[in-house]
């Protein structure tokens, strides 16, 4: 299949083994922080989200943590599996009032996992 | 429930021809964007709908650009004329409502190539 960016940072990471993907954001005025996950031929798919009044939120096998002091967010993959290769990426919304809510992405990291 | 319909996956051009790409959102969704994806990168906003209203254009290169989404369903964007920096990935979401923070659910993008 095609990939989706050839230049990204790139994690490699054992099967089984925890994986830790960072994310610098600029908005302070960002309400809600998101996770995707993107396979090659594929649009992003929705892992996490977290509002910014929050900073730890914790799903199937994933957790996300935020920390507004540094605008530093992470996303962590316990026991990642071979399906959890794509590349992953943070966005940040910003809700206004008459021109609804806006996504900025970031620029992705691309996980490998290897048997 | 069925997810976000693009069409066509792929169309090859050369420059200075139009192209254009049509979405289908999920039923019910009310919101619409368009965000376009260099190689490489995280998708970036064209444009955003709410029913057959634009919300957000301020990304959309005007000039060559334009989408529309007339009966507040389906939705088409194009390019006239194509530059070969239009090459990239095409993405269209939906969400249900814009006055708050709602997932946007992504289809599947057309791939453009401009040579």
Known sequence: ??????????????EGDNSIINCAYSNSASDYFIWYKQESGKGPQFIIDIRSNMDKRQGQRVTVLLNKT???LSLQIAATQPGDSAVYFCAENVSFKAAGNKLTFGGGTRVLVKP | EAGVAQSPRYKIIEKRQSVAFWCNPI?????????????????????????NGVVD??????DRFSAERLKGVDSTLKIQPAKLEDSAVYLCASSTERSSYNEQFFGPGTRLTVL
């Open chain 2, 27 to 51: 039923s019910g969704h009310a919101t619409l964007y368009w965000y376009q994806q260099i190689l490489g990168q995280g998708p970036k906003l064209l444009i955003q709908f709410q029913n």
């Open chain 1, 70 to 72: 540094v605008k530093h």
């Open chain 2, 57 to 62: 254009d301020s990304q959309l290169p005007k």
């Open chain 1, 1 to 14: 299949g095609e990939s989706v960016g050839l230049h990204l940072p790139t994690l490699s990471v054992q």
